[in-house]
């Protein structure tokens, strides 16, 4: 074996292989995560769907009030953690949660 070889983690027998953890609907964050549907009760990896949201709105609203008016309170419709991610089955194609940052 050649010393800078390191083996797939599919290449592991599966009672080495770390257990995936399902995820409740209740907590899903800003990535895709494994959870049950709870409408069609399958265990699914989610979707993800950018929107924008509450955040991007208050934070702009408060660089205007600070005087940020020559296009700067447009900066937080840029960022990413500032949208609110919708999660959604891949197989019913259900909104399963929607996580807001504020």
């Known amino acids: 074996m050649l010393p800078f070889?390191?083996?797939n983690q599919d290449d592991a027998p599966?009672?080495?292989r770390p257990p995936e953890r399902i995820v409740p609907s209740e907590i899903l964050g800003r990535k895709p995560e494994?959870?049950?549907?709870p409408f069609c009760e399958e265990v699914v990896v989610t979707e993800i769907h950018s929107q924008r949201g509450?955040?991007?709105w208050i934070t702009c609203f408060l660089?205007?009030?600070m005087g940020c008016v020559a296009g700067c309170c447009l900066i937080p419709f840029c960022m990413k953690r500032l949208r609110n991610i919708q999660h959604v089955c891949p197989e019913c194609h259900a909104n399963i949660?929607?996580?807001?940052p504020l």
């Open 5 to 7: 070889f390191q083996p």
């Open 63 to 65: 660089c205007l009030i």
């Open 34 to 37: 494994l959870t049950q549907c």
């Open 54 to 56: 509450g955040a991007m």
């Open 14 to 16: 599966a009672a080495q």
């Open 97 to 100: 949660h929607t996580h807001k």
